[in-house]
C-alpha cells in the first residue's frame, strides 16, 4: 500500500477496492470473470471487458475505427464485430469484445495481478479443449465467441477496417492469442468456428481476443502431505481434523481414525498397535486395537506379573519366533549359544491329563535355555517387554497351578496324583544333555549359575523346588511381563 490506498493483495485475494477499509476480496477463481479448469484460472472474458479484467496504463486502448501509432502495445475496444448476437452468451455479447495486437496482449497479461497471481497468455496445449467448456454453457462457461450462430456460442464475425494499424486492419475477436511463437513475427492462436476449436498463426500486430491464465497454486494439501491446512515453503503449519503434525507433515492421527490403542496405519486399517494394545482381526473397524488383558487361554495375573499359562509353542498365541530351531520329538538338534532348540511333541514318557484343565502332561515343548531366553525376549506380544521368571518371582506359583485345572497355570508333575497333570521325562530329545532328556515338569528361570548351568524349579510330588541344570538340557518356557 501507499499512504492513499492499498495497492496489492496477498495471495488469495483480488484487489476489489483499493481505498476502501476492506480493500481486498477473497479470490477463489470462480466468480463472474473466472473459471477454473484443471490447475488454471481462465478469465472468461477478454481483457478490458469485465470488472476486474483490467488492462493497465501502458497500453493505448482506441475506440473501433482509430488508428494506433504505438503498434507494439494496441487495443481496441468497442464493436470489434462486423455481425454479432448474444446466442447462448450469458449476456457477453459477441458484438463488443475487447481485441488487441500480440506485444499489448502478452503485456496486459504479465502485468494482471488478480489474487496476486502470476498471469500470462495460454500455452498452445493449455488451450485444446476450451471450446467444450464454452458451447451451450452460457455465463458459466469461458464465453467465446462463434463465426456461425447456430451453435449455441454468442456470434461474432470480424470487423473489416474496425482495427486500423493492425497488420490487417480488422478485428478478429473469436480468435485468442496464445504465448506460444511461430516465428520471431507471428504467434499461435485457437479460433472457434462451427463450434469446432482451430489453431494457426498469425503476424503480432494482428488485433485478436486476450484470455489470461493462471497456475492455481496447489492447496498445502496436494503440495506437502494430505491433511495439511496451511503451510510455509516445504513445511506444514497445521493439520486438518483427523491428521497430527509431525516434522512439518501431516500424518494421519491413527487413534482418531482407529480408536485408542492404534499406533501406525494408513487410510485403510490400522497396521499396529501401542504397548499394551492388540491388533483385531478387522484392522479396518473401530475400535482396531483392543487393551490386553492378562487373562483367558493363555495368560494369568499373580501379582504384578503377567505368566503364560502353557508352554511357548503349545499355543496359536504363544509362538516361538524365527531364530530358534524347532525339531519333533526324536529329531537331533545341538543346543548351543548359537544354535537355539526347542523339541515339539510328546516330550514325556508317561503321563495324563489329571487335573491339567484339557492340557495335557504328554504333549509340551521343551527347550535349551538359550532359546528360552532368546523365546521370551522375542516375544512381543500386545507391544510388551516378555522375559524369563527369576527365582524370586515363581516361588509360589505352585499355588497357582496344583488343583487349579483350566483356571491355573497347569504346570505338570513329575509324578501322579498330585493334582496336576502328569509328565514323566523321556529321552525324545536327541542333543539334550548325554542321555537326550526332555523333562517337561522343569521351568526355566532366568537366573544362572554359570556358563553352562541354569536355573529351573519342578515340580515332583506336589513340591515345588529350585535345582540347576546344564543350559543344553531341554525344559518348559514360560514367560513373563511387568503389568
Not at 477478454?46 to 476486474?52: E, I, P, R
Not at 464493436?79 to 448476437?85: G, L, V, W
Not at 518348559?476 to 511381563?481: A, I, K, P
Amino acid at each position: 500500500c501507499d499512504i492513499y490506498q492499498c495497492t496489492g493483495c496477498k495471495d488469495g485475494y483480488i484487489l476489489t477496492d483499493p481505498i476502501s477499509s476492506n480493500p481486498c476480496s477473497n479470490f477463489n477463481c470462480s466468480n463472474p470473470d473466472f473459471m477454473q479448469i484443471g490447475n488454471l484460472c481462465i478469465t472468461k472474458k477478454n481483457m478490458g471487458d469485465g470488472d476486474s479484467l483490467t488492462i493497465p496504463n501502458d497500453i493505448t486502448i482506441l475506440n473501433v475505427g482509430h488508428s494506433c501509432t504505438n503498434s507494439n502495445k494496441c487495443c481496441w475496444k468497442g464493436n470489434t464485430s462486423d455481425n454479432c448476437d448474444n446466442e447462448n452468451g450469458g449476456g457477453y455479447s459477441g458484438c463488443n469484445r475487447t481485441v488487441c495486437n500480440w506485444h499489448a496482449a502478452n503485456l496486459i497479461c504479465q502485468n494482471f495481478q488478480a489474487g496476486n497471481y502470476t498471469w500470462k497468455l495460454p500455452k498452445v496445449n493449455e488451450m485444446k479443449n476450451w471450446n467444450t467448456f464454452s458451447i451451450d454453457m452460457g455465463i458459466s462457461g469461458l464465453q467465446l465467441c462463434d463465426y456461425y450462430r447456430v451453435y449455441k456460442s454468442a456470434y461474432c464475425d470480424n470487423r473489416q477496417g474496425g482495427c486500423p494499424a493492425s497488420s490487417t486492419g480488422d478485428c478478429y475477436p473469436r480468435h485468442v492469442w496464445s504465448e506460444d511463437l511461430y516465428n520471431a513475427n507471428t504467434a499461435y492462436h485457437y479460433y472457434l468456428t462451427g463450434g469446432g476449436w482451430y489453431n494457426k498463426y498469425s503476424e503480432f500486430a494482428v488485433a485478436l481476443s486476450v484470455r489470461c491464465v493462471a497456475t492455481m497454486p496447489q492447496s498445502c494439501a496436494q503440495r506437502i502431505s494430505e491433511g495439511c491446512l496451511s503451510c510455509e515453503g516445504n513445511n506444514c503449519l497445521a493439520c486438518d481434523t483427523g491428521y497430527v503434525l509431525k516434522d512439518g507433515k501431516c500424518e494421519i492421527d491413527c487413534v482418531y481414525k482407529f480408536g485408542t490403542g492404534c499406533a501406525t496405519c494408513d487410510n485403510s486399517k490400522c497396521k499396529s498397535c501401542s504397548k499394551g494394545y492388540l491388533l483385531n482381526s478387522n484392522t479396518s473397524s473401530k475400535p482396531a486395537c483392543s487393551a490386553f488383558s492378562c487373562s483367558g487361554t493363555d495368560f494369568m495375573q499373580i501379582g504384578n506379573l503377567c505368566v503364560t499359562r502353557r508352554n511357548m509353542g503349545d499355543s496359536s498365541v504363544l509362538t516361538i519366533p524365527s531364530g530358534v530351531n524347532v525339531v519333533s520329538t526324536g529329531t537331533t538338534c545341538n543346543p548351543s549359544s548359537s544354535n537355539y532348540c526347542c523339541w515339539k511333541g510328546r516330550t514325556a514318557s508317561s503321563c495324563d491329563n489329571g487335573n491339567g484343565g484339557g492340557y495335557s502332561g504328554c504333549n509340551r515343548t521343551v527347550c535349551d535355555w538359550w532359546a528360552a531366553d532368546y523365546i521370551c525376549k522375542n516375544f512381543n506380544y500386545a507391544g510388551k517387554n516378555w522375559r524369563l521368571a527369576s527365582t524370586s518371582e515363581v516361588t509360589n506359583w505352585k499355588t497357582y497351578s496344583a488343583a487349579k485345572g483350566v483356571n491355573g497355570l497347569q504346570l505338570c508333575d513329575y509324578r501322579s496324583g498330585y493334582s496336576s497333570a502328569y509328565c514323566y521325562h523321556s529321552t525324545k530329545c536327541p542333543g539334550s544333555m548325554n542321555n537326550n532328556w526332555c523333562s517337561p515338569c522343569g521351568v526355566w528361570l532366568s537366573d544362572i549359575y554359570d556358563e553352562t548351568m541354569g536355573k529351573q524349579m519342578r515340580l515332583d510330588m506336589g513340591y515345588w523346588t529350585v535345582g540347576k541344570n546344564p543350559k543344553i538340557y531341554a525344559q518348559t518356557v514360560r514367560c513373563v511381563t511387568e503389568i
